[in-house]
C-alpha cells in the first residue's frame, strides 16, 4: 500500500484531488486574524519574505512510475532571491540560506489533506513561531512566521511538527535545510558555492510500483513493531535520491551532513578508513577540527566534515559509507525482515550512502584553520541545579514509551518541567536498559528553544553492547540540539534559558516515538 493510498486509509485525505485543494487556498487576504501567526504584523519589517508551501507531487525517484510524495516548495516574495534553492531534483527542499541577524517572514501554505506545522528545528524563535503542534494548520490554512534569526553560522532543517502525523509527513518528503552564515565564519574562507554540499540521508521502502510504503501506518504486527521500534526502511536516499553520486573537483569540499530518517542511525566513515575530520555539529562550527574514526548521526543530528579531494588522484571514487551495527533494536540494525523489498539497508554489510567521483583538473589545497570558532567559556558554575540536575528518564507503561511516567498531552506542564528565563540549568536523560523486549533502545533526544552543550556522559553497569560500537563517533565537542542517549547510558546537558518565554517541546527525535507520545511541553517562565 503507498504513501498517500495509507494516508487516506487513515482517514487524512479527502476526496478532493491536487488540483482542488489549490484551489481552496486563500489568498493573504483571507487569512483569518486574531490568532497567532494568523496574518502578518506590521510591526514586524522583515529583511526575506517567503512563501512556502507544503503539497502533494509526484517526482520520478526510480526508472517506471513517478512517485507520490508530499513536499515544501518555496519562492521569494521580497530579499535576496538568491537566498531560496528549490532542488531541480529529488522531492526534498527548498535549501534557505541567511545571515545571523536577518528578519524572516514565511507564509506557510499548507496545501496537505493533513493538519501541518512547520517546525525550524534548531533555531531560536518566539514560542508561537516554533512550529508546537497545538499551532497546527488545517488543510486549505495558511500560518505566518516571523523571527529574527539569531543563531551563530551553522546547518539547521525545517520540517513538520504535527502530533501523530509527524513521522507520516516528514517520510512523504517534507524537509528542508535552513543554513545560516555569520561574519566570523566568513572570516575562514572555507569552501562554498558548489563546494559546500547538503546531504540528507534518509531510509525509505518503496512497493514495487515505485510508491512509498510507510510500515508505521500498516495493521498487524510489522506496524506495531514499526511504531514500537521505530521505521527502518531497505532503500537508502541522499537528497530525496538513490545511488548519490557527486561529481567534485580536487579541492577542499564542506559537507553538511542531516540525518532526516525516522528511526534509524548512521554509523559514517570513509572506505579507505581515512578519519573523519569534523568541523561543525547542530549548533554550528566547533572550536577547533577533529578526527575521527566515523561519526555516529542519530535522528536530526547534524555534523559539519571538511574532504580535501585535491590530495585524491584524479578519476578515483571515495564513497561514504554506513557501517551495520549489531544490536537489534530501533534504528540500529539493517532492516528488520519486514520492511518490503530486500534492499541495500537491509543487508549486514556496509552501506554506500554517497560516492564521490573526483574530476581529472588541476589540484587545488587549502589547509583548514586550526582555530574555528570563539566559545565563551561553559558557565557551570552558574547553573542553579548543578549539584542536582533536573533528570529525565525514559519510562514505559501500556506498551507506550513516556518520559518520567508521562506522555504528551498539548497543553500539559507538571512543576517539574517549568524553567525560569534567563536561568542556567543542567538536564539530564536517563536511558535505563530494563523493560523487557523495548529494553535497549536508543533514543535521540531534542530540545526545543535553546542550543545546549553536553558535559557528561556516564555508562550504566546495565549498558547494552551497542554503546561501544558507536561512542567514538559521538560529536559532543561543539553546540547541539539533539542528542543521542544509548541504552544504559545518562548524559547531562548545560543550556541556558536566555532568548524567549514560552511553552516549547522536548522529546525523542524517534519519530514514531514521538508520534506514540514519547514528548512533553516545557514552561520558560519569566
Given at each position: 500500500m503507498n504513501f498517500l493510498k495509507q494516508a487516506e486509509r487513515r482517514r487524512f485525505l479527502s476526496v478532493v484531488g491536487t488540483a482542488a485543494l489549490l484551489g481552496a487556498v486563500p489568498s493573504l487576504a483571507q487569512t483569518r486574524k486574531g490568532t497567532p501567526g494568523a496574518s502578518a504584523s506590521s510591526s514586524f519589517k522583515p529583511d526575506l519574505e517567503l512563501e512556502l508551501r507544503a503539497e502533494p507531487a509526484l517526482v520520478p525517484i526510480w526508472p517506471g512510475p513517478p512517485t507520490s510524495v508530499w513536499r515544501y516548495r518555496a519562492n521569494v516574495l521580497k530579499g535576496d532571491v538568491q537566498a531560496v534553492t528549490n532542488p531541480a531534483s529529488g522531492y526534498l527542499g527548498p535549501i534557505i540560506r541567511v545571515h545571523s541577524g536577518t528578519r524572516v517572514r514565511i507564509h506557510f501554505v499548507n496545501q496537505l489533506p493533513q493538519p501541518s506545522v512547520v517546525h525550524w528545528h534548531g533555531l531560536i524563535v518566539p514560542e508561537d513561531m516554533?512550529?508546537?503542534?497545538?499551532?497546527?494548520?488545517?488543510?486549505?490554512?495558511?500560518?505566518?512566521?516571523?523571527?529574527?534569526?539569531?543563531?551563530?553560522a551553522g546547518t539547521y532543517w525545517f520540517h513538520p511538527h504535527p502530533h501523530q502525523l509527524t513521522g507520516m509527513q516528514v517520510y512523504g518528503g517534507l524537509a528542508g535545510m535552513f543554513i545560516v552564515t555569520d561574519d566570523e565564519e566568513r572570516a575562514l574562507n572555507l569552501p562554498d558555492g558548489e563546494r559546500d554540499v547538503?546531504?540528507?540521508?534518509?531510509?525509505?521502502?518503496?512497493?514495487?510500483?515505485?510508491?512509498?510504503?510507510?510500515?508505521?501506518?500498516?495493521?498487524?504486527?510489522?506496524?506495531?513493531?514499526?511504531?514500537?521500534?521505530?521505521?527502518?526502511?531497505?532503500?537508502i536516499l541522499v537528497n530525496g535520491r538513490p545511488n548519490f553520486a557527486l561529481e567534485v573537483e580536487r579541492k577542499p569540499y564542506r559537507l553538511r551532513l542531516l540525518n532526516g530518517s525516522n528511526s534509524r542511525i548512521y554509523k559514517l566513515a570513509w572506505q579507505d578508513g581515512r578519519p573523519m575530520t569534523v568541523i561543525g555539529s547542530d549548533g554550528g562550527l566547533l572550536e577547533a577540527p577533529t578526527q575521527k574514526p566515523y561519526v555516529t548521526l542519530a535522528p536530526a543530528e547534524r555534523v559539519e566534515i571538511w574532504v580535501d579531494f585535491s590530495s585524491r588522484a584524479a578519476g578515483e571514487d571515495l564513497s561514504l559509507l554506513s557501517f551495520p551495527l549489531s544490536q537489534p533494536q530501533a534504528g540500529m540494525m539493517g532492516g528488520m525482515g519486514m520492511m518490503g523489498r530486500s534492499g541495500?539497508?537491509?543487508?549486514?554489510?556496509?552501506i554506500t550512502v554517497l560516492r564521490a567521483r573526483i574530476g581529472r583538473g588541476t589540484a587545488v589545497p587549502q589547509s583548514l584553520p586550526s582555530k574555528l570558532a570563539t566559545f565563551s567559556p561553559l558557565p557551570m558554575k552558574n547553573a542553579i541545579n548543578q549539584a542536582s540536575p533536573r533528570v529525565f528518564r525514559v519510562t514505559m507503561g501500556h506498551m507506550r514509551l513516556g518520559l518520567n511516567g508521562r506522555v504528551f498531552e498539548m497543553q500539559d506542564v507538571a512543576r517539574d518541567e517549568v524553567v525560569r528565563l534567563g536561568t542556567t540549568e543542567v538536564w539530564e536523560f536517563v536511558n535505563e536498559a530494563s523493560m523487557g523486549m523495548m529494553g535497549g533502545m536508543p533514543h535521540p533526544m531534542h530540545v526545543h528553544g535553546v542550543q545546549f552543550r553536553v558535559v557528561g556522559r556516564q555508562v550504566l553497569p546495565n549498558a547494552m553492547a551497542g554503546w561501544r560500537e558507536v561512542n567514538e563517533g559521538f560529536v559532543d565537542e561543539g553546540w547541539k540540539d539533539t542528542v543521542l542517549v544509548m541504552s544504559g547510558e545518562r548524559v547531562r546537558l548545560l543550556m541556558q534559558f536566555s532568548d524567549y518565554s514560552g511553552m516549547f517541546l522536548y522529546h525523542c527525535h524517534n519519530l514514531e516515538h514521538e508520534d506514540m507520545g514519547m514528548m512533553r511541553n516545557f514552561l520558560i517562565r519569566a
Open positions: 516554533d512550529g508546537h503542534p497545538r499551532h497546527a494548520v488545517p488543510p486549505g490554512g495558511r500560518y505566518v512566521y516571523e523571527f529574527e534569526v539569531r543563531n551563530r547538503p546531504v540528507v540521508i534518509q531510509d525509505r521502502s518503496f512497493t514495487p510500483d515505485n510508491q512509498l510504503r510507510y510500515i508505521g501506518n500498516e495493521p498487524g504486527m510489522s506496524g506495531m513493531m514499526a511504531r514500537m521500534m521505530g521505521f527502518l526502511g531497505d532503500q541495500p539497508a537491509t543487508s549486514r554489510r556496509p
